[in-house]
């Protein structure tokens, strides 16, 4: 039997997702800042701020990477570079860095919000919105732990690589048999694709927030927002 009330609530989540986002977003950001992997949903903007776009290639180049997209409008990219290493940003300029759905794609997260914090302003923030492991399909995959984290920054990524692939072919995507999993693993290496390299729920990514407030030689932040919001969380961290 078709349930109504089911088929409602599936269209109506993304809506009262994206009004989440605007809600926390319309108390942190101010000033110029940068967004990070906008692709054709960029945050709308509070006013009294400005961001520009941080991509890995150039808007034409995205558009052949990702070919689904080549119909969609896309923004245009200000800053080609590398998300997790903002090379081309200098320390200590940016009112606020803000991302959605990019932080699980991350090689090397600790890498990645060590640099955001390094671009900030004394009183910057960092804006984080990423799934809820348990509320989308890697419910089925462990959670990613403090430690595991750790050491694919201590010991840098490819240490994992191979295994992130391999979990999510396997437990996410439900592909069966050895030779079509190492069949599809090879595919998406091939493609770069950015799979979704860590997932947490809500505990686990606030246990990783406080380790790394806890980390020696870290940039001291607070966590100034952390809430729930549909399938996904919001964080807001305050660089001091």
Same mark, same amino acid.
């Given at each position: +039997?078709?349930?109504?009330?089911?088929?409602?609530?599936?269209? #109506?989540?993304? /809506?009262?997702?994206?009004?989440?986002?605007?809600?926390? @977003?319309?108390?942190?950001?101010?000033?110029?800042?940068?967004?990070?992997?906008?692709?054709?949903?960029? +945050?709308?903007?509070?006013?009294?701020?400005?961001?520009?776009?941080?991509?890995?290639?150039?808007?034409?180049?995205?558009?052949?990477?990702?070919?689904?997209?080549?119909?969609?409008?896309?923004?245009?990219?200000?800053?080609?570079?590398?998300?997790?290493?903002? %090379?081309?940003?200098?320390?200590?300029? !940016?009112?606020?860095?803000?991302?959605?759905?990019?932080?699980?794609?991350?090689?090397?997260?600790?890498?990645?919000?060590?640099? +955001?914090?390094?671009?900030?302003?004394?009183?910057?923030?960092?804006?984080?919105? #990423?799934?809820?492991?348990?509320?989308? /399909?890697?419910?089925?995959?462990?959670?990613?732990?403090?430690?595991?984290?750790?050491?694919?920054?201590?010991?840098?990524?490819?240490? %994992?690589?191979?295994?992130?692939?391999?979990?999510?072919?396997?437990?996410?995507?439900?592909? !069966?048999?050895?030779?079509?999993? @190492?069949?599809?693993?090879?595919?998406?290496?091939? !493609?770069?694709?950015?799979?979704?390299?860590?997932?947490? %729920?809500?505990?686990? /990514?606030?246990?990783?927030?406080?380790?790394?407030?806890?980390?020696?030689?870290?940039?001291?932040?607070?966590?100034?927002?952390?809430?729930?919001?549909?399938?996904?969380?919001?964080?807001?961290?305050?660089?001091?």
């Amino acid at each position: +039997m078709f349930d109504v009330r089911r088929f409602a609530k599936r269209l #109506v989540t993304p /809506f009262r997702q994206y009004l989440g986002r605007l809600t926390v @977003a319309d108390r942190h950001l101010r000033g110029e800042g940068l967004e990070i992997g906008a692709l054709q949903d960029p +945050m709308p903007m509070p006013r009294g701020a400005k961001a520009r776009y941080v991509d890995i290639a150039s808007t034409e180049e995205l558009r052949q990477m990702y070919p689904a997209k080549t119909r969609r409008w896309l923004v245009d990219v200000d800053i080609v570079d590398d998300g997790e290493r903002l %090379s081309k940003v200098a320390d200590g300029t !940016q009112d606020f860095v803000a991302s959605n759905h990019f932080f699980e794609h991350c090689e090397d997260p600790i890498g990645a919000l060590r640099n +955001m914090l390094r671009v900030l302003k004394p009183g910057g923030v960092v804006y984080l919105s #990423v799934p809820d492991r348990r509320l989308i /399909f890697d419910r089925d995959r462990p959670a990613t732990t403090v430690e595991h984290v750790v050491r694919d920054h201590e010991q840098g990524p490819e240490v %994992s690589r191979q295994q992130h692939y391999e979990e999510v072919v396997r437990v996410a995507m439900k592909v !069966q048999g050895e030779a079509a999993v @190492a069949t599809k693993v090879v595919e998406l290496q091939a !493609q770069d694709f950015r799979i979704h390299f860590h997932c947490w %729920s809500q505990t686990d /990514f606030l246990e990783l927030l406080c380790a790394l407030q806890r980390r020696e030689g870290f940039p001291p932040f607070d966590i100034v927002e952390f809430v729930a919001n549909e399938r996904e969380m919001i964080v807001v961290l305050r660089a001091r």
